[in-house]
């Protein structure tokens, strides 16, 4: 059970990591700060949404 608590955190770390850098990605690309807030924003809305309904899912 350590185990599996163990390799939660590592991945958590990574998808918080990887979520993080979007904005800062898409700005390198020269996207325009629009595009970089409707993307950021849109991907924010999605990962929130997926939460309750495999919420919902799992209950």
């Known amino acids: 059970m350590l185990l599996l608590g163990v390799v ?3 991945a958590d770390m990574t998808y918080e ?6 904005g800062p990605y898409l700005a ?3 996207a325009s ?3 970089v ?4 924003g ?3 809305l999605i990962g929130y949404g997926l ?3 495999s919420g919902v899912i799992s209950e």
């Open 51 to 53: 939460r309750i309904v």
């Open 42 to 44: 849109f991907g924010e």
């Open 28 to 30: 390198i690309l020269r």
């Open 37 to 40: 807030g409707i993307v950021a």
């Open 8 to 10: 939660s955190l590592f």
């Open 17 to 22: 990591a990887a979520r993080s850098i979007t």
């Open 33 to 35: 700060m629009t595009v």
